[in-house]
């Protein structure tokens, strides 16, 4: 069974990710004797990519909702007032 660094270093070798110039479109390829490996380690990493950009967008627009949420809290006193 191979460790980890064997692992890491097969994956650094073999994978490839690119953005495109014109669209920021990824390309991500793996290049193996194995088809099959290629196509699940490919998938893995669209799929964590994807999973990762989900959790960061959510995250903001959660953010960006409590800033906005204070902001009204703090401005409503003030109309109020008027």
């Known amino acids: 069974m191979p460790g980890t660094a ?16 014109d669209d920021e479109i990824l390309t991500v ?13 490919v998938n893995s990493v669209v799929q964590a990519y994807v999973s990762y950009e989900s959790a960061h967008r959510k995250m903001t627009a959660a953010e960006t909702l409590a800033i906005l949420q204070r902001e009204r809290r703090s401005a409503m006193p003030r109309c109020r007032r008027r």
């Open 6 to 21: 064997d692992v890491t270093a097969a994956l650094q070798r073999g994978l490839d990710v690119s953005v495109g110039k």
């Open 29 to 41: 390829s793996f290049e193996s004797p194995y088809p099959a490996e290629c196509a699940l380690i």
